[in-house]
């Protein structure tokens, strides 16, 4: 069946590998296989139908449990994977990071920082070299004290973003909130200076060109910001609903003018 797949044969991989699961129920990796096959194919609602049929007919396999999970976290169904975590009586899920740091994305993404943060720092506590958490972590203390104006949790978001920085150099998303950050603390500079190695990583996020286009109009320097806004209306800008074209529009307008 994976041989079929790899050959492009896609219809027949999938055909062969449901036979399989029905008739060797047991066989745990037929199910990964085929859960995989309509992942590529951003098939994803039929890929976690297919795990959570294996977690059904084979009830004590925890990978099929977390790769379950996970795919849920990429599908945001976020209060079924908070339910699947809380209900779990898998020990595997104790001493498992990634469930914890999926459990802290679902509750991050459903506005529950506090249940998020310890969700994250118990993953911390499993994996101190995991730049995903401290980022996430960092995210959600920049939130916080966007709410607060607490100075230490700018001070914990600046020093988490920087942690997952010195783990990963290639990891894009922690430039974008360092900038974030540095730029609600006054540090604009230093603000252009992270979005602008964002951008050098990852062309086309969208994040770095959007808030590089919003700093240099705010420094006055209109030409650079419209070389960033004018890259990000050409990469997103049909995405955007109607309010935030009109108010793209307007900043481009307002960069010719400068």
Partial sequence: AMDLNKKGKVNEAIALLS?????????????????QVYYHMDRLSEAINVLKLGMERVPSDYELFSNFVSSLVIARRYDEVIAAIKGSKFQAMETDPVAWVNLGVAYSNKGDLDNARTAYE??????DQNPTVYNNLAADYLRLSRKTKDQTLFARCIEYFKKAIELDPSYVSPYNGLGAAYSLTGNLDGAITCWEKALELKPDSGEALLSLGLAYLDKGVGAKALGYLNKYQELYGRLLPQEEKERLANLIQKCRQK
């Fill in 19 to 35: 036979r399989l699961i029905d008739e060797r129920k047991g066989f745990v990796t037929a199910y990964y296989d085929l859960a």
């Fill in 122 to 127: 118990k993953a911390l506590s499993l994996d």
